[in-house]
């Protein structure tokens, strides 16, 4: 079928799925394209008998190199999936694309030089990995941004997250809450704006000024101008990110403002950039080193044949006070 689809042969089909470079290029996206629109799972087991496994998982983050290497959140994560690898018989290929990976990104994926894809940062703009998920076992951290790909989830709930922060800063009086995001694309932001949101509204608060700061310092310190030019009579702010506390915090002592006296500020995460802060960091923690020992124990049993491992797994968050709210 897969083959009658793709135009192909039978041998050649088999060529691709067991990762035989040698297959043109077109014919092996055919196949590859022909597999994720027939939904077609190959039989690993089989494919271990025709050639050996590479004890091989890539870690595929469609970022910036310059962001991911620049947020402690993801050194969390690599951490986690490294000391899961290192008790067991894998390694770890780390492979830092753009926001939409490369057909040759995807042709080395599908072409047996690993065994799983992890999976981390997925923006909307990135529909190719639905063309390997017939094809090889992928988990990602956070849920992905697009519907269509066969994977496993390991995240933490966001929404509740987010709720969590901004009623900190309710119950700290602050009646005029703004917010700086992620950036749409990606679904952890969309979670924490709705969880934001929702605590407003279920206290009959308007909505202070809401800015997309990009996940990054430089985008934060954009964001924080932006509101407080908006509305300067804000008294509180949800950063969706710690990373980008540490560009808004310095724009709102640069203003005059005082954290927490005049503007509580509560941040997500809990990484090491909570301490860089000047004013200690009240935040949301998320168990970003146990996500990814998660991610990892989910492909090595799968790798192992168990396909019972729960398809979505949600970690818990925790609300760490500090000073700054």
């Known amino acids: 079928m897969v083959a009658e689809r793709a135009g192909v042969s ?19 996206d055919a196949v590859r394209t022909a597999i994720a629109e027939l939904g077609y799972v190959p039989n690993r087991a089989a ?32 951490a986690g999936i490294h000391s899961r ?16 990976p490369s057909a040759k990104m995807m042709r080395y994926l599908a072409g047996g030089a690993v065994d799983g894809v992890a999976v981390v940062s997925h923006h909307t703009s990135d529909h190719s990995l639905e063309q390997i998920s017939g094809i090889l076992p992928i988990v990602f951290g956070g849920r992905p941004a697009v519907t269509g790909v066969d994977a496993y989830v390991v995240d933490v709930d966001n929404v509740a ?22 950036p749409d694309s990606m679904q952890s932001a969309l979670d924490r704006i709705q969880g934001w949101r929702g605590v407003l509204d279920a206290n009959g608060l308007e909505p202070g000024p809401r800015v997309d700061g990009d996940y990054t310092v430089l985008g934060a310190q954009r964001a924080m101008r932006e509101i407080l030019d908006r509305d300067p009579s804000i008294d509180g702010v949800f950063i969706a990110s710690d990373l980008m506390t540490t560009g808004a915090m310095p724009v709102l002592t640069d203003r005059g403002y005082a954290i927490p006296g005049d ?63």
């Open 85 to 100: 690898l290192d008790q067991s018989d894998y390694v770890l290929n780390l492979m830092v694309a753009s926001p939409d």
């Open 161 to 182: 997250g987010a709720a969590t922060a901004t009623q900190r800063l309710v119950e700290r009086g602050c009646r005029r809450i703004a917010t700086i995001t992620g």
């Open 263 to 325: 503007v509580a500020v509560v941040g997500y995460d809990d990484s090491p950039a909570a301490d860089a802060c000047e004013v200690p960091l009240t935040t949301v923690r998320q168990p970003s080193v146990d996500m990814g020992r998660t991610m990892a124990d989910i492909l090595i049993d799968v790798l192992a044949g168990n396909v019972d491992r729960p398809r979505t797994t949600i970690m818990p968050t925790e609300l760490v006070v500090r000073q700054s709210a």
């Open 47 to 78: 494919r271990s008998l025709a050639s050996q496994q590479s004890h091989a998982i890539a870690l595929v983050a469609p970022e910036d190199v310059t962001r991911f290497f620049g947020d402690v959140y993801f050194a969390s994560i690599v």
């Open 10 to 28: 039978r041998a050649t089909v088999s060529r691709v799925v067991n990762g035989s470079p040698k297959v043109h290029p077109s014919s092996a």
